[in-house]
């Protein structure tokens, strides 16, 4: 097989660290790639986001199959046009990625086939409409921008003068670009958040492993939101009777409503929940595998993944293929300094060949470049060290023990991935 990978972070780099151990692949590309993925794959500077780069790319070295990792290619109808081509692809329809693109379609969605979520108050498409909303809501309100927003659309406003403050940022002073036109309240949830992902040929799927992502960029939950600064992955995560009542009450409903909508979903489902003390609730979806999620769910298969993607691309998923190792996961991520406010690029980084030579662990690359033989920073979220282990603290002690031989200037990570796991047992059924 000859794979094109859409991409350039840590998810793109486990994912295509992942497929060449297969096989069945004989070459990969990765669009655009990082310093990292360029070890491993050629990469093409081609912006992923750019649907007709895209194309022109993939006519000229004409792959047998394209996997997506990030949201915007997947809005900006990607897959429908290399389907429009009969080209084998990994991803939803412009129109399924509604989900991720608009709130408000997700949330209409999520209403209409009864699938517990937070009770939204009202969606507003004008400030002064926003404004007189307010009157409306419990406090605190959730405020989401529509549109994709880079992380920065969700806005907890624990009274009138802050939810103000953010109408008016988003709504009058266009601070977020479009994705900011139209705004929802919502109900604010309480609980544990959990990532379940699952992949789909669009009758089939397959529930990947739970994970947890850490978004807040502090330890112990403190600071603004990140894109995540680590994640873990343990099956304890979701014990058996809560998962049932996820796969109940939510995966197949969510399933069964885009079939009767009419709406084919082919490719990976992110589904946010809250681990709320009545039971899960969906936080969001994502059309897409989460990064930092993926380092960790990639780190525990054991199946071959371009094997599965490439049934899934033909329409023949067979879920009893993807075997996980039992265990747990973790990914530490190292931020450079100021992320996810203004920071630095170009800061040389230490240590990475150390790191890769400890059993068990493995930098992935977000945001780095190779410049000449030297690797620099070029992000705000720079590598993902990633361990598996037989348990969740010998998966972290690997992981921080690597974390712990990398250096540049300026960075920082979180020390406390993985704690804070809670028994799940006042939630689910
Ligand atoms: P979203 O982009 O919708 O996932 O929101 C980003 C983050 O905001 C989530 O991961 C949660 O931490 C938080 N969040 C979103 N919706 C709610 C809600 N209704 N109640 C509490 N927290 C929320
Ligand atoms: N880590 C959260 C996301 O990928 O959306």
Redesign the pocket.
Known sequence: MKILVIGGGGREHALVWKLKQSPLVEKIWCAPGNGGIAEEAECVAVDSGDVAAVVALAEKIQPNLTIVGPELPLVNGLTDAFRQRNWAIVGPSQQAAQLEGS?VFSKEFLQRHAIPT?KMYGAYASPQQAYRGLSAVKWPV?I?ADGLCAGK??F?ASNAEEATDFIRRVMEKNELGPGGHRILF????EGE?LSFIILTDGERYAPLVPTRDH?RVFDGNEGP?TGGMGAYSTDDLLPDGLRQTVISKIVEPTLHGLAADGIPYQGFLYI?L?LTKSGPKV??FNCRLGDPETQAIVARMDFDLAEVLRDVAAGNLQPSKLRWEPGASVCVVLASGGYPGKFESGKPIDGLTAVNHITGVKAFHAGTKLVGESLVTNGGRVLGVTAVGASLPAALSAAYGGCAKIHFDGMHYRKDIGAHVTPLKAAGD
Do not use: F, I, R
């Open positions: 709130k937070a959730v989401k659309g969700v907890l919502e109900e604010t949830l958040e978004k939101n946010g809250m936080l969001e």
